[in-house]
């Protein structure tokens, strides 16, 4: 079971990383390279997780296992397929499509577009709740060791077809068309599709504790522990009273009234969870410009660094996170689950000091005066000299000290985890690398220690949950990584120059710091509760 659970993962994390760069590439293409369709689809996406996680990680604990897996599997991968084709028509008939109804089938078409790509979205991260937050916890047996193994594995899994996957299905849109790129997606979904469903299914029949779940209550027998409640509170008229309202209430009233119920308790489970701190602090680690997305490699063209040593970074980078999955096993072997978190913690943090220091090293285009328009003439006139300085170390290749952080498309190819950057004038070198140097090289290195604790978190996550709350404090988890998120995204908008970019990386390592200081918090009180045990 454990081979097919890696084989049916990794076709689903590789559709599912072809998909999140190809749509981000069909968006841009569709609206005239504009970044408008791929930010409202970032929007809907982080908003439906935020606002629905709890929902589908209740879902995934109401109903077999096998019924949650097949039923995601089944959405995500149709919806995608749908989405594929509505896109081959819009790319090869566009001009046809835009003449009709004055444009709006146009309009109607983004629309589809966005919300079926949203729906295969969410129909992903409840099956990634579904398999590697449930089952693979019974297929192990609850045995610590072999978790620890399976999760490091699915890991690797990861951070292998999340380089690879790209680069494929980019080959093909570029060697052929947008058109053909569709259709490549199409295909393999419908295989994936298949493959999946077929091991999926035979892990199910293989390991019969799958098949063992606790009862769940269905809407109506929600009311039934409230309104004992009431009665003990208000008596049996008042109760009676109540409970003629509720039942008197439309179905639909119901469902809406329990939908809301869900999501509370939800939220309320997952404060009550004795890994609460441990959950917190991963997802606290979100809010940061510190990883491999357009907005670090964006600010790294700035400071004239190419498209080609962009890439080879990232690929050192994916290299470092399976050093990050190898330490894991060894150190949870060696000191304790608890302890690896604490030593993966201090080692991701040392790592980031390296960034603190590029903010201040020669190189950094850091401009303190830009956020502080009320500094007196005198003032500006006595930094002006530095100022200028600070401006030489600046790529050349900016037509203005004010330019964004994320440069003109014209001149950059998207990935979903970089942009490689194009006609790069020469000549253009800042006057010293120190500062880039030091913050990539923090960057990278501190990835060991982030997928370590990572993994840390995962896996008391898994341990400490009970079964039939696993899915809906894992949905809650997954909207709050959504929502830490949409923070950094934020920052950036309130600070998009590449002056201010070392403010951000002060930023996101205080918040990289609470987050680690929570998981020492938990790390304490989980030491001292075992003390209190023995």
Excluded at 71 to 80: D, G, K, P, R, T
Excluded at 268 to 286: D, E, I, K, T, W
Aim: proline share 4%; hydrophobic share 45%; with cysteine.
């Amino acid at each position: 079971p454990k081979f097919l659970i890696y084989v049916s993962g990794a076709l689903s994390m590789w559709g599912d990383r072809m998909w999140h760069f190809a749509i981000s590439v069909f968006l841009i293409e569709l609206y005239g390279r504009n970044l408008l369709l791929t930010a409202v689809f970032g929007l809907v996406v982080a908003g439906s997780v935020l606002l629905l996680g709890a929902l589908i990680g209740d879902w995934v604990d109401r109903n077999p296992r096998n019924k949650v897996a097949h039923a995601s599997l089944f959405i995500q991968n149709i919806s995608v397929t749908v989405c594929s084709i509505v896109l081959m028509l819009v790319f090869s008939y566009k001009q046809r499509i835009e003449q009709i109804w004055d444009g709006w089938l146009t309009v109607v078409c983004y629309t589809v577009v966005i919300i079926l790509a949203d729906v295969a979205n969410l129909a992903s991260t409840a099956l990634t709740i579904a398999i590697q937050r449930d089952w693979i916890v019974v297929i192990t047996g609850y045995n610590r060791g072999h978790l620890a193994g399976m999760n490091a594995t699915m890991r690797r899994i990861d951070q292998v077809t999340n380089i690879l996957a790209p680069l494929a299905v980019g080959q093909v849109m570029t060697l052929a068309s947008n058109v053909v790129g569709c259709g490549f997606i199409l295909g393999w979904n419908l295989v994936s599709l298949i493959v999946e469903f077929f091991f999926l299914s035979r892990v199910y029949r293989i390991v019969p504790a799958l098949s063992v779940k606790p009862p769940t209550m269905e809407v109506d027998q929600v009311y039934l522990p409230r309104i004992e409640r009431i009665r003990s509170q208000e008596g049996n008229c008042n109760a009676s009273l109540n409970l003629k309202e509720i039942t008197n209430l439309p179905l639909c009233f119901r469902r809406f009234r329990w939908l809301v119920s869900t999501c509370k308790d939800g939220w309320r489970a997952y404060y009550r969870q004795p890994v609460f701190l441990a959950g917190m602090g991963l997802a606290f680690l979100y809010t940061t410009v510190l990883g491999f997305d357009c907005i670090t490699t964006g600010y790294a063209y700035t400071q004239g660094i190419s498209g080609s040593l962009l890439s080879l970074l990232m690929g050192v980078s994916a290299i470092t996170g399976l050093m990050g999955t190898v330490m894991f096993t060894r150190l949870r072997k060696t000191y304790g689950l608890v302890n690896t978190g604490i030593i993966s913690s201090c080692l991701h943090l040392g790592c980031l000091l390296l960034c603190v220091c590029s903010v201040f090293a020669p190189g950094s285009p850091m401009d303190l005066s830009l956020l502080m328009p009320y500094i007196t003439f005198n003032s500006s006139i006595e930094f002006g000299g530095m100022t200028s300085q600070r401006q030489k170390h600046t790529n050349p290749m900016r037509g203005g000290s004010n330019q964004p952080l994320v440069p003109d498309r014209s001149s950059i190819h998207w990935t979903n985890n970089t942009v490689l950057f194009d006609n790069v004038p020469s000549g253009t070198a800042p006057e010293s690398y120190i500062s880039i140097i030091l913050l990539f090289l923090g960057v990278i290195t501190a990835r060991i220690g982030l997928w370590s604790f990572d993994l840390t978190v995962t896996q008391l996550l898994q341990e400490n949950i009970c079964e039939s709350e696993r899915g809906v404090v894992n949905g809650v988890q997954s909207s709050m990584n959504y929502l830490m998120d949409l923070l950094h995204f934020i920052m950036v908008i309130s600070a998009p120059q590449p002056q201010h970019f070392g403010i951000l990386v002060i930023i996101s390592v205080l918040f990289i710091t609470t987050g680690h200081t929570m998981y020492f918090l938990y790390a304490h009180k989980a030491k001292k509760k075992r003390r209190l045990d023995t």
